[in-house]
T-cell receptor
Framework: GAVVSQHPSWVICKSGTSVKIECRSL??????MFWYRQFPKQSLMLMAT?????????EQGVEKDKFLINHASLTLSTLTVTSAHPEDSSFYIC????????????????FGEGSRLTVL | AQKITQTQPGMFVQEKEAVTLDCTYD???????LFWYKQPSSGEMIFLIY??????QNATEGRYSLNFQKARKSANLVISASQLGDSAMYFC???????????FGTGTRLLVSP
């Protein structure tokens, strides 16, 4: 099956620094990638939808300048947490969708392993 | 707007028994898809099963089956013959046709005991 890989799995950084998380589709071209944030023991909250070659669409309440998303190729999307603060500590998980048209169906959406960010 | 509700924060089941995890949804759109994902402690989201709103039969995937009751707007996950490795968080999610994002419920933590 399709594989989505995230890197790094774990990252610890100092407050004020920026952190980049990569999401790669390994064996398919992902026209759309999604970035989610998950607080401990809570559900996944969609942060933004990333389309290759265009600007990301952010969900309400998500700071665009804080969470920079770049989808420069059909296999890579990056999330950069700028000037990270302890409240940005969270589990970030991406998912990728193939370019299949049509309605909802299985096999279109694949999740990465997630990246756990800790800001000291 | 669509909404997913999972009312069971936690469930316990003994090994080899069946367990049902509840999920109700709310949407006025006639075309949608319902998903169940498993999230072990390692964090990755594992796709389990899918049900389309127009599917006539309940979806089944091995030990997983989806009890889809459209009129009640419920899509409960049934796990038969529970195994210790089934202990994890389980999320129900919905996606509307033509839209891309998944909306997740709050999840149910399942613990399987020997």
């Amino acid at each position: 099956g399709a594989v989505v890989s995230q890197h790094p799995s774990w990252v610890i950084c100092k407050s004020g620094t920026s952190v980049k998380i990569e999401c790669r589709s390994l064996d398919f071209q992902a026209t759309t990638m999604f970035w989610y944030r998950q607080f401990p023991k809570q559900s996944l909250m969609l942060m933004a939808t990333s389309n290759e070659g265009s600007k990301a669409t952010y969900e309400q309440g998500v700071e665009k300048d804080k969470f920079l998303i770049n989808h420069a190729s059909l296999t890579l999307s990056t999330l950069t947490v700028t000037s990270a603060h302890p409240e940005d500590s969270s589990f970030y998980i991406c998912s990728a969708r193939t370019g299949l048209a049509g309605g909802p169906s299985t096999g279109e959406l694949f999740f990465g392993e997630g990246s756990r960010l800790t800001v000291l | 707007a669509q909404k997913i509700t999972q009312t069971q924060p936690g469930m316990f089941v003994q090994e080899k028994e069946a367990v049902t995890l509840d999920c109700t949804y709310d949407t006025s759109d006639p075309s949608y898809g319902l998903f169940w994902y498993k999230q072990p402690s390692s964090g990755e989201m594992i796709f389990l099963i899918y049900q389309g709103s127009y599917d006539q039969q309940n979806a089944t995937e091995g030990r997983y089956s989806l009890n889809f009751q459209k009129a009640r707007k419920s899509a409960n996950l049934v796990i038969s013959a529970s195994q210790l490795g089934d202990s994890a968080m389980y999320f129900c999610a919905m996606r509307l046709t033509g839209f891309q994002k998944l909306v997740f419920g709050t999840g149910t933590r399942l613990l399987v005991s020997p």
